[in-house]
């Protein structure tokens, strides 16, 4: 089985934030790393959606092309990813010649059907400075929450994909006129409501293995019907819908910015020199399991539209796999930078570095409720956990270790390791294996954490540093033990910290690509005997691993946080 993983196209308007990376790409790069470790074909795609009104006007704010525009936003995400190490085996753009390419194949494709529809419709219009509102040119009151701020798209606060006739109090966004009405046009309609017969039965096959705050929410959508959407805009960056009839017409971005993941793998595939196939040996083969990491606020898209769009043109396997996160929040409430309410996240990751961030960020991750942000949240997790357990764990037996056989430890010392400790051992792996191959990625790293907090309690209660005093072969024995149980850790964290992983299996003259590392990791216990069956020497200086955080900088960045949400009201 292969496993094709997308992670929700970052849209190319406005920086990332630490929801974006705890709800969405962490859990997928860790899943990714995880199943290339055990030695599974694994690719992870995603890339910029860079279409859409909210780009549009924000390039017009900032005096830029579109295409300039979303070229400077898709460098800094990138390079953002990068400082957290969350990589992609592919990063595309939706503004790129290749996606359009895929974006009409599937167009064409739907309208010979009859699954796309020229309909006659009422469009939003200001009638003062006669522009058309699509989408965000047009806020108003929520109809179903009541949310004061909706978009002619969705309400940011209950997440309904809004209908912009219904809006209450609609205002233009444009030049803020209250003077808007609905007037005659016409537009393209993917025709959904054909395809819920088919749907349904694909919905029934997918409903037992999908989280429990996912399949409630599209049966409360689709056990009905589905409604049929508009994919063509009247606007002028996008791209062109394919018809003479259409001119000045645009395909949408929520048509469009799926498909990405398609257009995406097939350049992944032409870049990278393959001979395969993105349909036949990827999106189309029944031995791949696709799965998408996404926020609840996509799941519309990716559980009801690009499945029925996948169905309708055959061209691909619906999705296989979904787990949906909820959201995370700052200090209890949305983050909002236009508020003053966000953290710098490339400040941030200037000031912590990867591991303490990912590691903070990874505890967050809502796999099922919405979880909250705080700095006094993250210096406890660092401090007590990551350093007290861990980093205290690793520091006192290598340090211990180093001084007291500094040439090394023959064979037998370990022996006691692998007679009274295998087993616990096997046990972690298949638990941990379970976890994360069940995308229960918070509670894997949680899982790693508590065997780290034992062999910490281990190496306390056996107290070396005294036995060494009176019983040198019971100290030799501890720290034996010890230390295959740091090389275990070190393993186990290549999917989690990378940076503290490679750290860690430095000791042992071991990267997270050598073949020992990743039969450890697969739960070869052979290859951790063996690795030990002709002693071991220290292959590095021990030293601090995991740096404390300055509770005086966690009270600063609170301080900082509340003068910038002060500051925009």
């Known amino acids: 089985m292969k496993y094709l993983i997308t992670s929700a196209l970052p849209y190319a308007n406005g920086p990332i934030h630490f929801g974006h990376i705890a709800g969405v790409y962490l859990p997928a790069d860790i899943f ?3 199943k290339k470790q055990k030695g599974e074909t694994a690719i992870h795609i995603s890339g910029s959606d860079e279409h859409g009104v909210a780009i549009m006007q924000n390039a017009q704010k900032a005096k830029k092309s579109y295409q300039e525009y979303v070229n400077e936003w898709h460098q800094t995400h990138k390079a953002l990813f990068d400082k957290y190490d969350i990589k992609f085996d592919f990063f595309g753009q939706t503004s790129k ?13 739907l309208l010979s059907k009859g699954l796309i529809e020229r309909r006659a419709e009422k469009q939003l219009q200001c009638q003062d400075c006669k522009n058309f509102l699509p989408d965000r040119f047009v806020e108003g009151e929520c109809y ?28 233009c966004k444009f030049c803020n006129s209250t003077n808007v009405n609905a007037v005659d046009s016409f537009q393209w309609y993917l025709m959904l409501s054909k395809s819920h017969e088919k749907f349904q039965k694909w919905f ?12 409630p929410f599209v049966e409360s959508l689709t056990k009905d019907n589905l409604v049929d959407r508009a994919i063509t805009r009247d606007l002028d960056w996008g791209i062109d819908v394919p018809l003479e009839e259409a001119k000045g017409k645009k395909i949408y971005v929520w048509f469009d910015a799926p498909i990405g993941y398609v257009s995406n793998t097939k350049q992944f595939l032409k870049e990278s020199g393959s001979s395969e196939d993105y349909i036949k040996d990827w999106w189309g083969s029944d031995d791949v399991k696709i799965v998408n990491f996404i926020g609840k606020d996509n799941i519309i898209f990716h ?7 996948s169905l309708g043109t055959g061209f691909v396997n619906p999705v296989t796999d979904l787990p949906a996160n909820q959201y995370v929040n700052l200090e209890g409430k949305q983050f909002s930078k236009s508020k003053g309410w966000y953290v710098d996240a490339e400040e941030a990751i200037e000031q912590f570095g990867s591991d303490a961030l990912r590691f903070y960020l990874t505890s967050l991750i809502p796999e099922t409720s919405d979880s909250s942000f705080t700095w006094k ?20 037996a290598m340090k211990f270790s180093a001084k007291n056989w500094p040439e090394g430890m023959e064979a037998q010392k370990f022996e006691s390791f692998f007679s009274e400790h295998l087993g616990s051992i096997e046990t972690f792996v298949k638990e941990y294996h379970d976890l994360l191959d069940s995308y229960q990625i918070k509670k894997g790293q949680e899982h790693l954490m508590n065997l780290g907090s034992k062999v910490n309690q281990f190496i306390t209660e056996r107290a070396p540093w005294t036995e060494f005093k009176t019983d040198q072969e019971k100290a030799a024995e501890t720290i034996a033990i ?38 450890i990791y697969q739960g070869d216990m052979t290859a951790l005997k ?40």
């Open 482 to 519: 010890s230390t295959v149980y740091v090389l275990v850790i070190g393993a186990f964290f290549t999917p989690y910290l990378p940076q503290l992983s490679k750290s860690i299996l430095g000791y042992f003259g071991l990267t997270s690509e050598d073949e020992v590392v990743k039969k």
């Open 32 to 34: 990714t790393r995880h």
């Open 377 to 396: 949240g993250m210096e406890l997790k660092i401090n007590s956990e990551l350093a007290n357990n861990i980093g205290n764990f690793i520091n006192r």
């Open 303 to 309: 559980s009801i539209i690009f499945p029925v769009m």
């Open 144 to 171: 179903v929450c009541g949310y004061a701020e909706a978009r002619g798209d969705e309400c940011p606060s209950c997440g309904t994909w809004i209908d912009p006739l219904k809006l209450l109090k609609p205002v």
């Open 204 to 215: 029934e096959s997918r409903k037992p293995h999908w989280r429990k705050n996912v399949v």
């Open 97 to 109: 010649d290749y996606h359009k390419e895929e974006t009409l194949k599937w167009f064409n494709d």
């Open 530 to 569: 063996n690795f030990f069956a002709s002693g071991f020497k220290l292959q590095q200086d021990p030293q601090g691993l995991v740096p404390k955080i300055d509770p005086k900088l966690i009270e600063e960045l609170n301080e900082k946080l509340k003068a910038k949400a002060s500051e925009s009201v």
